[in-house]
């Protein structure tokens, strides 16, 4: 099993001009957390105990993000989707974890989690609508029980906090899980969630995806702490860490993780070392500040590789799956192509439309001059 | 107060992103006490190429990769500036500086207030904002109300290629902290300019183009469409003169009472949302002072009153030549 650690490999003085070298994964856990009985699923073959009919739907939901990935990032080069940060290399995380949720929990997504918001059951196109360009969010929070794709970084994480410490206060046995990145961590607002979420031990949990990057700022000149999730230890809270290439470890942490918070035991922070494989999004030029090999060493160490070897090795990964996880990602890249190379119905009173309860006079004087130059404007079309 | 020294470059083609990028080049060469810090700004040369080059010229002690939170940027800048440097500060998008807005509005916008001028903070700080590139919410507002509502802060905002270089200059060159706010789509577009031929001192109003009927008068990312709007206006019989702001803070009211008492109809246009924007208190100002040399009352164009559009419904938000035009039509002409 494979870490991700960028400081063994950092230039120990940190010249001027010092950039970020190639890195690649290596084999040892990360340090040992102060927690009696750490926790880390490194090197733990969780996959080797896992239920059968789990590891077949982490598959088939990989295949299928691995394909939602791909064909969306398609989308941006034919211009069909604004932008795309592609969580290539993430589905584990994401997925794995979103699967550890009941229903009625509560999910805070950052703009990477796509994939998590698609697997908490929200439909696979409405999930993009952000980011297709046609408006904010494209689904309903509440009945998703989802929040909307979060980009200020780490804004979300207080978010989490207070709704599950409303939740607890209601007698509801619902947990919050927040995801961010591994750059998000250095927010104000990352710190000041986890000291709420301990200080009113409420039922939370955080999810860092470490993918080495926040953009283009590797973790070594993000962090100094040994590891992300050392930094429980000071809020008060457990840190666990656990390869976030392998869905089944990352489920099973993320589960006591849930089940924990659930049960009164309080918030938990977990930190996933995983890889983006692709750059930042589709406007981003990976090449200008890390490697090819990098990249490389981090493929083979893939998620759906990981999960296809331990099903492989119980026996549980028959022609039949393989090829109905392939003709379910191909067909939901269909479904995706015949939406997206539609134009939408926009709707530009919408613009007026939720800004407040009752819009103000002020905005129902605009809304009408706006309605006015449409109407005119259409005149022109159709004379 | 720093010398802006000039190298003599000579004219030359280029867009306001090389433009930009020169400046910090210059003045980091001229000044050892320029240092650039910000997100994404070393190896990747920022999201938009600004600071493209400054590690692998001064080192990453100059330019510095830091980690991602903005309060931190400005607070460590806030530090360095205490201890003679002249840090510029670089937000990677108009909607993610908000994190830092108690660090500019307690402490760097006041800091020369509380100590009775003993510690002022030469900060600049670099914000590329405004809409018009398509991006997903959060990636385009017009904040530069925000910034000009704060006592000690100067707002500049360039809408041409040179002035992006000689007002960026004068910005890091001032011994008061400055908000420079980048009109992001005017990144691109190319122009010949000259670094050596200079600008005014921040402060200074410049008419883009002389008319006689009534004059436009914006700042940064709506200066090109009023442009566009008075070459239009030729076809309706108005020859519409128009005035770049270039700076909110200081507001040169001198220049615009001038020109508005010459021509008694002017409309101020820019794509924040209008309610207790820039617009208002220009409008204000102007009738306040040239009430008596008005033909009619001073209009404004600019975005709804509404969070920034997703991006396909954008256009909609933005003033465009049209809404400019109607609005010159409202001026009263008598027939
Ligand atoms: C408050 C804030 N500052 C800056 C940004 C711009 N930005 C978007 S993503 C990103 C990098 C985030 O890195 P990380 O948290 O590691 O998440 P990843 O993109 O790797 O999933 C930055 C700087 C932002 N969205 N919000
Ligand atoms: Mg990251």
Known sequence: ?383 | MTTVTREQHGLRTGTMAQALNTALRDAMRADASVHVLGEDVGALGGVFRITDGLTAEFGADRCLDTPLAEAGILGTAVGMAMYGLRPVVEMQFDAFAYPALEQLFSHVAKMRNRTAGKLPLPITVRVPYGGGIGGVEHHSDASEAYYAHTPGLHVVTPATVADAYGLLRESIASDDPVVFLEPKRLYWGKSEWDPAAGVEPIGKAVLRRPGTSAVLISYGPSLPVCLEAAEAAKAEGWDLAVLDLRSLVPFDEATACEVVRSLGRAVVVHEATGFGGAGAEIAARLTEKCFHHLAAPVLRVTGFDIPYPPPMLEHHHLPGVDRILDAVARLQWEE
Not at chain 1, 239 to 253: E, K, M, T
Not at chain 1, 362 to 381: C, F
């Open chain 1, 1 to 383: 099993m494979t870490v991700l650690d960028h400081r063994d490999q950092a230039d120990p003085d940190l010249v001027p001009g010092w950039l970020p070298g190639a890195t690649a994964p290596r084999t040892d856990p990360a340090p040992l957390l102060p927690d009696a009985e750490p926790l880390r699923v490194l090197g733990t073959p969780a996959a080797d105990k896992a239920d059968p009919g789990l590891l077949r739907e982490l598959y088939r939901r990989l295949v299928a993000g691995r394909r939602y990935n791909q064909q969306a990032t398609t989308l941006t080069k034919q211009g069909r989707l604004a932008v795309y940060p592609a969580s290539t290399g993430q589905e584990a995380c994401q997925i794995a974890a979103a699967l550890a949720l009941r229903e009625d929990d509560w999910l805070f997504p950052s703009y990477r989690d796509t994939l998590a918001v698609v697997a908490r059951g929200v439909d696979p196109l409405q999930a993009l609508t952000l980011l297709r360009g046609n408006a904010h969010t494209g689904y309903d929070p509440r009945a998703t029980r989802t929040a909307p794709l979060c980009t200020p970084l780490a804004t979300q994480v207080p978010h989490a906090v207070g709704l599950a410490h409303a939740a607890r206060l209601a007698g509801d046995d619902t947990v919050a899980l927040a995801l961010l990145g591994d750059g998000g961590t250095s927010e104000g607002d990352f710190h000041e969630g986890l000291n709420f979420a301990a200080v009113l031990h409420a039922p939370v949990v955080f999810l860092v995806q470490n993918n080495g990057y926040a953009i283009s700022v590797p973790l070594t000149r993000q962090s100094a702490a040994p590891t992300l999730a050392h930094k429980a230890v000071g809020y008060g809270m457990p840190g666990r860490l656990v390869d976030g290439n392998d869905a089944a470890a990352v489920h099973q942490v993320l589960t006591e993780a849930v089940e924990r918070a659930r049960n009164g035991g309080g918030p938990t922070l977990v930190e996933a070392l995983t890889y983006r494989v692709e750059a930042h999004t589709n406007a981003d030029d990976a090449t200008r500040y890390r490697q090819a090999d990098e990249v490389a060493a981090w493929q083979a160490h893939d998620p759906i590789r990981l999960l296809a070897d331990a099903l492989r090795e119980r026996d549980l990964l028959d022609d039949q799956l393989v090829a109905e996880a392939a003709e379910e990602a191909e067909a939901l890249a269909a479904r995706m192509r015949a939406e997206f190379h539609a134009d939408p119905d926009l709707d530009p009173m919408s613009l007026f439309a939720h800004v407040y309860a009752e819009p103000t006079q002020q905005l129902r004087e605009q809304a009408a001059q706006l309605a006015a130059e449409l109407a005119a404007e259409a005149e022109v079309h159709t004379r």
